[in-house]
């Protein structure tokens, strides 16, 4: 299990800047065992001392595709709520 998205903006903010960005909504740590994920500035964390207890579950109903599963051929597998992602072009290099 892995969090695809280190953006700290908040839902819509974050959406802008990232395709699959982690909108917050807990879905992840609230389908997972206790304490697995948390939600901590607007991102979901993974807490690797109980990754033991990690399973695709997690995953599954994660809307944007921030949280992933990378399985035994270290292939990343999104969740089956994810949305796909079209891109027609590069993303615009964002200036500061």
């Known amino acids: 299990m892995w969090v695809a998205c280190k953006n700290l903006d908040s839902d819509d903010d974050a959406e802008i800047e990232c395709e699959v960005a982690c909108t ?5 740590a609230t389908d997972s065992p206790e304490g697995l994920i948390t939600i901590k500035d607007n991102l979901a964390v993974i807490d690797y001392r109980k990754n033991a207890l990690a399973s695709r579950v997690g995953i599954e109903r994660c809307p944007t595709g921030a949280i992933v599963w990378i399985n035994q051929k270290d292939e990343i597998e ?6 796909s992602i079209i891109r027609k072009q590069a993303l615009p290099l964002r200036r500061a």
């Open 24 to 28: 917050a909504c807990e879905r992840c």
């Open 78 to 83: 999104k969740g089956a709520k994810a949305k």
